[in-house]
């Protein structure tokens, strides 16, 4: 299938990137932003993002034959239903979203079924700042794009959507939704709620003073991620919270354990905690990214 025109609802981080990429490599014909706000729009098609924009969505959609989903998750139920009257049957539909399950019940709740063409998928990639000022076409080199195909799923669709991602440098896997979920909010919902938390925790204690004048590298490495945009991690926290709340419970007692251990000065249990965690860290996750 030959794509002539792409068309990316919500130009931020990852819409952006994405648009930029595919824009960047002539992997379409053209590429069409759609949003609400158009003065981002005007400066999406001056950074290069976008060839063009329409704040209309039967323009913006009208023709397209490949539809990718950048905005918030909370936003995907009324962005589908405004686009499908304008749709043609064969676009592609997909998605760059933390949390894939609430993504594909949104889709099957607008369209009463689910599209063979509908894909959804999530860039393991971003920054701690959002917009499309921050969007790079080469954001996704390297890193994974999970791509989560329901049974519906036509293998045509997926394959397309994959090789536009693997033309952007990405790794591509395919993976349960309700199994990515899961995964995610172990390895990435909970660390940036945790963030969030102990920024928040600080800022909250008064006697402290201005505590952030005396942080280090750990602190700031720590609570980077706390820099991320409130409303997609508002979003995340609300479409996965399931998931999440289980891995924040799990963390609740890890840190009961880690309470027991430090106020009974256990020298030898908090070694080996240390060590197991460095140990795991150094094994899974430092040389991968070597």
């Known amino acids: 299938m030959k794509l002539n025109k792409i068309t990316v609802v919500g130009v931020g981080l990852i819409g952006g990137s994405f648009a930029k990429g595919v824009k960047q490599a002539g992997l379409v014909g053209q590429v069409v932003g759609f949003g609400h706000n158009e003065d981002n729009l005007k400066l999406a098609v001056e950074l290069g993002v976008i060839d063009s924009y329409s704040t209309d969505i039967s323009e913006a959609v009208g023709d397209s034959d490949l539809v990718m989903l950048g905005v918030p ?102 993976m349960a939704p309700d199994y990515h979920d899961e995964v995610l909010a172990a390895t990435s919902h909970l660390p940036h709620l945790l963030a969030f938390s102990l920024v928040e925790l600080l800022n909250e204690h008064p006697e402290l003073g201005n505590v952030f004048q005396y942080t280090a590298g750990g602190f700031r490495d720590f609570t980077r991620i706390a820099s991320s945009d409130p409303v997609m991690w508002r979003d995340i926290a609300v479409n996965n919270s399931e998931a999440i709340a289980k891995w924040l419970k799990h963390y609740q007692q890890a840190l009961t354990e880690l309470i027991h251990l430090v106020e009974g000065k256990d020298a030898d249990g908090l070694y080996h905690l240390f060590n197991e965690a460095k140990q795991a860290r150094d094994l899974h996750i430092v040389n991968k990214d070597r």
């Not at 599209?115 to 959804?120: D, H, K, Q, Y």
């Not at 499309?132 to 519906?152: Q, S």
């Open 73 to 174: 998750l909370g936003a995907m139920a009324p962005v589908l239903e405004s686009m499908r009257p304008y749709l043609k049957q064969s676009a592609i539909i997909s998605d760059v979203g933390s949390s894939k399950m609430s993504v594909i019940d949104a889709v099957r709740e607008v369209f009463g079924e689910l599209p063979v063409n509908f894909v959804a998928g999530h860039p393991i990639a971003g920054k701690e700042k959002s917009g499309v000022t921050a969007a790079t076409a080469d954001l996704f080199v390297d890193h994974r794009v999970i791509l989560t195909p329901t049974d519906e799923t036509a293998d045509e669709a997926v394959q397309i959507v994959g090789d536009l991602w693997r033309a952007l440098g990405a790794n591509v896997v395919n």
